[in-house]
């Protein structure tokens, strides 16, 4: 829940004028990592730390995806508490830092929200590309994350497997597909059209698909996404997260801090940006297909997880 809020204030850093630098990552303890600022990739974002459980057979691994908007937030801020609690279950951890979407628009990446997306599959490769060296068991991985971050854990989660076989590059190789992905506040839906029906005072998610500007704010870029929808609906089939629901996806659990109004469509929740609504209408979409997914919030909490680590640390140690 910690990394939830943190997630939350890193991330109304970014609500106002898109165009702005990101916000210097206030870091906190954390154990030394086993190592430190691993690229994977040529951008100085594109950097991970891992900390190796002790243990005597392949261990699993969670991926630690940081919230922020996809325009702020950084690997440093997850602390002991985000990372201990694995460590002691046996299982490894990763915390990923990605290109931002001001990086990916400098880039020319299309759409913006590529960048972080594409990024945290490539971290996720190269981590399995170091099974031996790093004692991984590449059959258990797991992602968490908070707001943007959730996103990106789910959208790995949810995706079609990217890996290449005929790649000459041996990471590319490598499997993106996740053993179950547990978040905190995510965003399950990029369309501005749904998220309309679903809450009327929607506003995030136009930034993904470009419309990021000087002296925007989330709803103007929410706007004009609405208003380019049919120009941009194969990216929301590509990047939105309830669009990729598939029979044999992994399970996921998906938590939310707070909710001031009835969790149905039609309703304006007070932070619409990490309303339960958005787990509730993933759930729904998952159980019709059969996978495993359940979502919690204080006024309705699971019965069977009492929290995302407890969630992934059950999906990822029992073997």
């Known amino acids: 829940m910690i990394r939830y809020f943190l997630s ?27 190592a430190a600022d691993v690229a994977y990739g040529d951008h100085a974002r594109q950097k991970f730390d891992f900390w190796q459980a002790k243990s005597d057979k392949p261990t699993p691994l969670v991926l630690l995806i940081h919230g922020g908007g996809w325009v702020n937030g950084d690997k440093s801020t997850y602390g002991t508490g985000a990372i201990k609690p694995f460590l002691d279950a046996g299982i490894s951890v990763a915390s990923v830092n990605y290109r931002f979407i001001q990086h990916a628009m400098e ?10 997306l594409h990024d945290a599959a490539r971290a996720l490769q190269t981590l399995r590309s170091k099974a031996k060296e790093w004692n ?16 990106t854990s789910l959208w790995l989660a949810l995706h079609d497997d990217l890996a290449d076989p005929k790649s000459n590059d ?30 009327p005072n929607a506003v995030y998610g136009g930034h993904a698909f470009g419309y990021r500007g000087e002296g925007r704010q989330r709803g103007d870029e929410f706007k004009l996404a609405l208003e380019n929808r ?20 992994a399970p996921v659990f998906l938590q939310y801090a707070t909710q001031d109004k009835p969790v149905e469509p039609g309703q304006s929740p007070k932070d619409p940006t990490h309303a339960a609504i958005y787990g509730v209408m993933l759930v729904e979409a998952m159980a019709k297909a ?3 997914a359940e979502v919690s919030w204080p006024e ?12 992934l640390i059950k999906k990822l140690a029992a073997k």
């Open 8 to 34: 939350l204030a890193v991330a109304a850093l970014a609500a106002g004028p898109l165009l702005a630098q990101a916000k210097e990552p206030k870091k906190v303890e954390r154990p030394t990592p086993t």
């Open 107 to 116: 880039q020319k990446v299309s759409p913006p929200v590529k960048a972080p």
């Open 136 to 151: 991984l068991d590449k059959t258990r991985v797991g992602a968490t994350g908070g707001s943007a971050g959730a996103c």
């Open 170 to 199: 041996p990471i590319a190789r490598e499997s993106t597909r996740l053993t179950a992905a547990a978040v905190n506040g995510a965003q399950t839906s990029l369309d501005p059209k749904q998220l309309k029906e679903w809450m």
């Open 230 to 249: 049919e120009k941009i609906l194969p990216w929301i089939k590509e990047y939105s997260p309830i669009e990729l629901v598939t029979k044999d996806d």
């Open 290 to 292: 059969g996978v495993e």
């Open 300 to 311: 309705k909490p699971s019965k069977k997880y009492k929290n995302v680590n407890e969630f």
